[in-house]
């Protein structure tokens, strides 16, 4: 769904979390998966990344606004912009409801120009022109999940949250909200 407030545009995303309520990440430098606690607070802004990156890539004046926020990866330790840190999965879902949300509208509005200039045509009785169909039909709001249940939970005592890490993964990590080094017992 989508509701227009002058030039601001707002989207309702559809996502997965898994049994316990996480949300996956994929690092942007190393390309392992953790999965943080989906935080209202947290997921306005995760969530709300792959759609503004969508949008800000479709519009030439780019008013850069927000400072990004950042977020560290558990295994690496490379801090990037929370919003580079999405599944391909993530990214792709977002592309998608961009297609749909907010170029259908534009292909639709450029349909009914179309119409209009070839009825103008169709009046002077020297050209016959029509458009056929009746717009464009935008593709099925994709839904992503269901979210396995998956990965180890660790509690991070620095900023009192909870994240998932591989399983496997033995060593030291990161806290992605404070990039402190912890060693894992
Ligand atoms: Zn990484
Ligand atoms: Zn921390």
Known sequence: MRTSDDSIQHYKVTFALDHDSFFRKACAECGLEYKIEADPADLQWNLGSPVSRCTKAMRSNDDNDDEPHKETCPYCGATSPSNDNHTEEFMRYGRIIIEREAMAPLINQFLSDMD??????????????????????????????PEPNDMRRIKLLCCNKTIKTLEHWASTIFCPYCATKLILL
């Open 116 to 145: 209009r200039m070839f009825s103008q045509f169709n009046n002077s009785s020297f050209i016959k022109l029509t458009t056929s169909g009746s717009g464009f039909v935008p593709p099925i709001r994709p839904i992503i999940g």
